[in-house]
């Protein structure tokens, strides 16, 4: 797959760097004119994405999350968010909505469920104890599309 153009970021697993992360996603995404729709879909899968590796991956301790944005042909934008968290043990399960392994944080569970709500496809590889990697994909309407139709 032809990556037209490619944005690389990693930052601390601080709660406060989630904004960061969404932000620099979504003015890299803004070189293709999306849609607001288009641009407020990408901007909420990627803060799940990013608070699931801070609060999931980490648990509580500290680490580096990694983002890379690319550009493919057909104007897609892949989002990869990593972690070298404790990984997922059951990724189908942790796929299911209302799953949650931080009852005690009030946490919904939704996170996963979100991601594939605004994305064209989500993909979870993970290890115990050697982290996790979701990659989302959303491919954007031509320059000027019809934001009724999407």
Known sequence: MKVLNEMKVSFPSHSQNEGLARSL????AAQLNPTVSELSDLRTAVSEAVTNAI????RGT?????????QLPGRVLQVKVR???VGIA??????????TTAPEEERAGLGF????????RVKVH?????????????KLLPPGGDEAGA
Request: glycine content about 10%; hydrophobic content about 35%; charged content about 20%.
């Open 25 to 28: 996603t979504a003015v890299f």
């Open 55 to 58: 609060v999931h991956g980490y």
């Open 62 to 70: 500290s680490g580096t999350v990694y983002i890379t944005v690319r």
């Open 83 to 85: 972690d070298r968290g």
């Open 90 to 99: 059951d990724i189908e399960k942790a796929m299911e909505p209302l799953y």
């Open 113 to 120: 469920a979100v991601m594939q709500s605004f994305c064209d």
């Open 126 to 138: 993970s290890r115990p104890g050697a982290g996790t990697t979701v990659t989302l994909e959303k």
